[in-house]
């Protein structure tokens, strides 16, 4: 008998739903309890500012920039147009999305599950028709190995849309990555941070309870004698319903019958609720490399030093990740012929991150254009200006000589002081041509 109260105790409390879920099921859908008591997934996570605003961030710079189709030939580089997979990047993935918001939700993805995963439709032709993307909720890899621990197939499995299990080809999924401690699963960001963004969430719970009791922190009301559960209950609802809530707030409280009231709470300077929220603000950014001050966090930051802040976002942040998508997306979508021997690449073009100010993309062009690096054509078509006539040449500075031939420049020049001294007023000629040039003349003063 009591075996079996003890078996439908266990039985009740493994009852679970969504108002009041066990560890089991949060650990099902993706969450887990943190420190604080709050559960962290990718849905509360988002909840929180810092977290929203460091996925947006990522994932609108890595929409809003080109994705370009390159073809290397006999060392020069071109930009391709005419491939079918040039429209397939740069004009429509999918008949559903546009190029902005196919690589907008594959880094967001990326950035909180760790994985991102689109199936790639091929065409009757070979050629990749249309790229559609997967939950990654219901998306995993799937290793299978013979007896002998070799590997026998390299899947990706997924959930339709009408519950059924589909075992896709690897070689037919784009799966993007983030950081990796296998080289096959993305870690996400949101477990790294998990007991960071629960501090948040209890924080934001705790200011939102502050406010509801009217800024008001809990206490206890003390009477001289003791009282009925009935009369005890009376009394905390009569409190409450005049002092808790915003309409409440500062009014006077009348305390009668030798009723007394002792606040229990700490006041929110002394928990330091500020500075917290600070630090998690700060461990959020230094989680996702986002820089402070594009998450409005100015505390630190100087006229000086934003400009030098966005340069490092886009080396130390975005460079990686786009080279992730480069890489990707050359292998899966190219033949090995066109990757090895036709030199089909994709790139992005990092030009509008880069530009900077007018001045300053004055003097870059302008020393460029004087090195001979750019023509005039190519800085316009940077600045989206139309292509001029004869625009195409590269121009050098004649003030430059070979570094090989600044010897004997010098030495030349030597010749010519010691032909001055014992020649003062003779002609001096340079070179050994059959028709001698005179280049100038020295004569002595008078």
Known sequence: MLFRKL??????????NLTTPNKWLLHLIGGNETYSGESVDTSTAMNIAAVYACVRILSNHVAMLPLQLYQETRGKKKRVHNHPITKL?????NPYMTPFQFK????????LYGNAYAEIEWSKTGYPKALWILNPLTTKV?????????????????TLMNGKIAYLPYS???????LSTNGIIGKSPIDVARETIGIQIAGQK???KFYANGTMSSGVLKVPQTLKPEAKAIIRQEWEKFNNGLDNSHRVAILDAGLDY???????????????QKFSIAEIARIFNVPPHMLADLERATFSNIEQQSLEFVRDTLSPLLISWEQELQYQLFTEEEIEVKKFYFKFNLNSLLRGDSTNRANYYKTMHELGVYSINEIRELEDKDKIKNGDKH???LNYIDIDLMNDYQKQKVKLKDTNQDNPNENIILNSDPQPRVLFTVTSPP
């Open 262 to 276: 002792q606040s229990l709470g700490i006041k929110q300077c002394d928990a330091q609720y500020i500075e917290t």
């Open 172 to 178: 037919s999924v784009l799966h993007i990555k983030g």
């Open 104 to 111: 907008q939700t594959m880094e967001s993805h990326r950035q």
């Open 395 to 397: 121009y050098m500075s």
């Open 142 to 158: 799937v290793i299978e190995k013979d007896g002998k621990g070799n590997l026998k197939r390299y899947l990706v499995q997924t």
């Open 206 to 208: 705790f200011t939102g």
């Open 7 to 16: 078996e439908k105790r266990e039985e009740e409390n493994n009852v679970s």
């Open 89 to 93: 990047i740069e004009t429509r993935p």
